[in-house]
């Protein structure tokens, strides 16, 4: 079986500042992680990698730095790690960014399953996975916590409101992975990490590795165009009201009386 993982390198804080002129994310001084959906992901594909004794690639877009997200990978377990990084692939949006991935994907040849996280920190869109399956024209999974693979058949643990649901489908397949609440993520130890630093080193693709039309890749490939950036209008502070169960129920009928609801 062949597995390939989507990672992204991410700035570590949920509170990602946009430049209101370019309308672009600010990343400098901010430290890098790995996207925490796809640190779950990678460790459910090692996971699968040692019950099938599978080969496990990542695939990274992103700036050289994110080179350190394909070396964790690789001092985690995976076989493989790839990192595509080319100024023509700057200013990509999420449908460019799915068009890359899916093109270096193609590069790769087999596989018979793909996991992203279901969302990256930074941008949030959840689009990139979804994209990439569309792109190769795959069926995909969203939204997955738990994954078993039985001969040539997946079978997904997969999150709904309220509950869950149990998808199977005939790999290849793409699963987008969402952890649980309470997640820690495994970190390598100092040996792996020198071990994969010897023995893995990680591939790094340009434009030249991969068939792309060029009007397709970065901002020139990108249909998205940020009109606008600004922060939420913060609310007006409300008011508390202390009381019992009944004069709280008074005092709600008589404000929707006053503001004509009622
Ligand atoms: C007009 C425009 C210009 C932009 N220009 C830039 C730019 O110059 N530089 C820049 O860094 N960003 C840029 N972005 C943001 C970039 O498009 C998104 O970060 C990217 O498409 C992924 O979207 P997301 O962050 O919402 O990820 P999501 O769709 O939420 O990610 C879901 C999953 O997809 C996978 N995934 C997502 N991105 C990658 C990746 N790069 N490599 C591997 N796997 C991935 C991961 O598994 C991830 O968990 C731009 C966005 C727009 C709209």
Request: charged share 25%.
């Amino acid at each position: 079986m062949e597995i390939i993982s989507l990672i992204k390198q991410v700035p570590d804080s949920t509170r990602v500042k946009v430049d209101p002129v370019t309308g672009t994310l600010i990343r400098a001084g901010v430290p890098s992680i790995l996207n925490p959906y796809d640190h779950f992901a990678l460790e459910q594909a090692i996971k699968l990698k040692k019950e099938h004794n599978a080969k496990l690639t990542v695939l990274s877009m992103g700036p050289p730095q994110a080179e350190e997200v394909v070396r964790l990978a690789l001092s985690l377990g995976a076989d493989r790690g790839i990192l595509l990084s080319d100024r023509a692939f700057a200013g990509s949006d999420t449908w460019a960014t799915s068009y890359t991935l899916a093109q270096a994907i193609r590069k790769i040849g087999k596989f018979d399953l793909i996991l992203a996280g279901m969302m990256a920190i930074d941008g949030d869109t959840a689009q990139t996975g979804p994209g990439v399956a569309q792109q190769l024209r795959l069926p995909q999974i969203t939204f997955c916590n738990e994954l078993k693979v039985e001969g040539k058949k997946l079978i997904a643990k997969k999150l709904i409101e309220g509950g869950h649901e149990i998808v199977e489908c005939i790999m290849p397949v793409l699963c987008t992975m969402i952890m649980p609440h309470e997640y820690h993520p495994s970190y390598p130890s100092f040996m792996s990490i020198y071990k994969a630093q010897v023995e893995k080193p990680a591939e790094l693709w340009s434009l030249k590795n991969i068939d792309a039309e060029i009007k397709l890749l970065g901002l020139e490939g990108s249909p998205t165009r940020v009109d606008k950036i600004y922060p939420p209008v913060s609310k007006e502070k409300g008011t508390m009201y202390n009381g019992s169960p009944s004069e709280m129920v008074e005092i709600l009928i008589q404000i929707l009386k006053e503001e004509e609801v009622i």
